[in-house]
């Protein structure tokens, strides 16, 4: 067990805990299946194993939080991991943030809210890619309006002289 998870700790980039105390068997089944669909590595560990699972990795000061019924949520996404536990935490009050880390920083409650809150890869690369995209687009449309023009004033040419004839 304690390899398992210190293999998901290896290729980690965050690790969000929280208190599950009085979560029944369906809200955690819930939470679970949320998990595997976000790419989250979620389990109820024993707080030992743990310890020794991240000891000697970036997360080791994670040790200290490390107190109580706790359900921990690993993923390779910094954001994913605090995304989900929040979010869930938001609809079931059963579920409680602890804290969390990334590799050599320690989180407490408000700054896996505050991790929570930030968009996801996926999202700050689309909006790259549209910051990106905007100048060439912009640049189309100019290009495209030369054209247009001179044949909008060779219609309104034509149009005059039509009248005048």
Same mark, same amino acid.
């Given at each position: 067990?304690?390899?398992?998870?210190?293999?998901?700790?290896?290729?980690?980039?965050?690790?969000?805990?929280?208190?599950?105390?009085?979560?029944?068997?369906?809200?955690?089944?819930?939470?679970?299946?949320?998990?595997?669909?976000?790419?989250?590595?979620?389990?109820?560990?024993?707080?030992?194993?743990?310890?020794?699972?991240? *000891?000697?990795?970036?997360?080791?000061?994670?040790?200290?939080?490390?107190?109580?019924?706790?359900?921990?949520?690993?993923?390779?996404?910094?954001?994913?991991?605090?995304?989900?536990?929040?979010?869930?935490?938001?609809?079931?009050?059963?579920?409680?943030?602890?804290?969390?880390?990334?590799?050599?920083?320690?989180?407490?409650? @408000?700054?896996?809210?505050?991790?929570?809150?930030?968009?996801?890869? @996926?999202?700050?690369?689309?909006?790259?890619?549209?910051?990106?995209?905007?100048?060439?687009?912009?640049?189309?449309?100019?290009?495209?309006?030369?054209?247009?023009?001179?044949?909008?004033?060779?219609?309104?040419?034509?149009?005059?002289? *039509? @009248?005048?004839?």
């Amino acid at each position: 067990m304690i390899e398992e998870v210190s293999a998901e700790v290896a290729k980690a980039q965050s690790i969000v805990i929280a208190e599950y105390r009085g979560l029944d068997v369906a809200a955690v089944t819930v939470l679970r299946k949320q998990a595997r669909e976000s790419g989250v590595y979620l389990r109820v560990l024993k707080n030992t194993l743990t310890r020794r699972a991240v *000891a000697g990795t970036p997360f080791e000061g994670l040790s200290k939080q490390l107190v109580g019924p706790l359900i921990y949520g690993i993923s390779a996404d910094p954001v994913a991991a605090a995304k989900l536990l929040s979010d869930f935490a938001k609809t079931n009050d059963k579920l409680v943030l602890k804290g969390g880390a990334l590799p050599n920083s320690l989180m407490d409650t @408000e700054g896996v809210k505050a991790l929570a809150s930030l968009p996801s890869r @996926e999202e700050l690369l689309a909006k790259l890619l549209g910051t990106m995209q905007a100048p060439v687009a912009q640049f189309v449309r100019t290009l495209n309006e030369v054209p247009t023009k001179f044949v909008r004033g060779l219609a309104a040419v034509r149009d005059k002289q *039509a @009248e005048a004839a």
